[in-house]
C-alpha cells in the first residue's frame, strides 16, 4: 500500500537529510507504529506519503501510485486515498462536530443525503454519537481527536495516517484513541501511526518501524520499543 | 462542490473581510467610472465630428465699408463687380465646392443680433460693421487650404475664415480630456490590481485553517480557489455596477440634461452623447472588471493559496 524505495530527503540543499535511504514496505491493512525521538524523521515520512513535500531521491509509492510522477491535478485524489490526523486536532472552532466532519463530504461534492447519513456513522464509528451539535471547545482533548479521527475517516480511505495522535493526551485518553485506530484497521484500513509514545507500542504490539536521524534502525513485527535505548546512544 | 456550499463558503469570506471587499468594490467603480468617461469622451468627439464636419463652413467675409485696413478692401466696401468676380471663382471650383450661397449684410445682422440678444455690446455696432459673406460647403473638408488660398486676398474679401480650426480646438480639448480619464483609468487599474491580490492573500489567510483541510482530504485546485475567485468577480461587478450608475447620471442629467438645455439656445441642435452611448461601452466595462478580477485573482492564488 505504501512503499519506501531508498528514500532520501533533504529540506534545503547542503542540510543534514530528514529521512536517509529508507526502504519500508507497508501492506495492505497493516498497523504500523513509527517511532523515534523528535527530529527522526517521523513527520518527514508522513509528509512524503500525502506529498506535501518531494522526495530528494528514490520513489515514493502510495496505493500504486510512484509519487514523484504524479502530475499537480492528480495530488487530490491521492490525497482522498489518505486520511490524517494530527496531535493539535485542526479542527474549524467556529463548527460544530457535525459541521467539521461534513466539510470535508461538502468540500469533496458529496450530496445531502450521503452527508446526512455518513456523518452518523462515523460519529458512532469514534463513540462520539449524540455529541454532533456540540462544539470543539465543548469537548474533551480525547473526544476532539476523535472528532478529526472522524473527518479523516469519513470519506473512508484505505489509508489512515496519524502523526503523533496521542501527543496532547493522558495515557488513559492516548490508549482509547489508539483502540479506535486499531479497531479502524480491523475493517481494512491500513493505519501509520508516528509516536514516541513508548506505553502505547509495548501495549499495542503492532509492527515497530523505528527511525534515527533519519535513518531506518529497526523494522519489526509486533515490535517494543525502548526510548531508552535513544538516550544511550 | 455544490451550490450551495460554495455560497455558504463566499458568503464567510464576505463577512470576515467586508472592509476589504467594500475597499475593492470602491477602487474598481472609480478605475471603471474614469475609463467610462474617457470611452465617452472619445464617443463625444467621434459624434460631433460626424455632426460638426458636415456643418462647418469656409466662410468669405467681404469688405465692409469699415475695413480699409485691409490691402484688399482698399477702395472700401466690396463692390458688385467683384462680387460677382468671387461668384464666377466659385463657380469654377465646382469638384472642391459643394455648395455656397450669400448671406448678405441684413442677413448677417440679423443672425448677429439673434445671437448676441442678451448682449449690452449690440447696440453699440452698427450694421455696416457687419461683413456680408459666401458661406461655402465644401466637398472635402480637409480641402480648406487651396479654397482659402484662392481666396485669401482677393479683391472685395476681407478674410477667409475656416470654422473648423474652432471646432477642432474643442475636439482637441475633448481628445485630452478623453485620454487623461483613461491615464488615471490605468493608474486605478494598477491600485485595484494590488489592491486584490493584497485582499486574497488577507483572506487566505483568515482562512488558511479551512484551505489545509480542504488540502488534507483531496479537494481539487478548482474548490479551493472558486470561493476566492467568486468573491473577487462580485466585488468588481457590483463596482462596475456602480461606476455605470455614476457614469449613467453624469450623462442623463449632466450632459442631456444639462449641456444640451445651454448649447440648443446658442446652435440649435447639436449632437451629444446620451444613455444609449453609455449601453454600447456598458459591455467593455463589465468585460473589464471580470476580466481584471479573474486575470488578477489567478495570479494571486497561485502565489497565496497552494494546493
Redesign the interface.
Known sequence: MITFENVTMRYAKGDTPALQSVDVEIGRGDFVFVVGASGSGKSTMMRLIILEKEATQGRVLVAGKDLSRLPNRKVPGLRRQVGTVFQDFRLLSGKTVHQNIAYVLQVLGARRHTIRQLVPETLELVGLQGKGKRLPHELSGGEQQRVAIARAMVNKPPILLADEPTGNLDPETSQEIVAILDRINRTGTTVVMATHDTTIVNRFRKRVVQLRDGVLVRDQAEGEYEAVEERLV | ??AG?LFGEVGNGLRRNTSMFVAVVLVTMVSLFFLGSGLLAQRQVDTLKGYWYDKVQVSIFLCTPDSTDVASCAGGGVTEVQREGLTGDLDRLDGLVEEYWYESNEQAYERFREQFRNSPVLDSIPQDAIPESFRVQLADPTKYEVVASAFEGAPGVESVEDQREVVDRLFTFLNAVSLSAVGLAAAMVVCAVLLISTTIRLTAWSRR??T??????????F?IHTPFLVETVLATLLGAGLSIGLLWAMVQYGISGFLTDLLAGQTGMIGLIGPRDLWVITPILVGGAVLLAVVTSWLALRRHVR?
Open positions: 462542490m455544490r456550499f485553517r479551512e489545509n483541510i480542504m488540502r488534507l482530504v483531496g479537494a481539487s485546485a474548490t494546493v
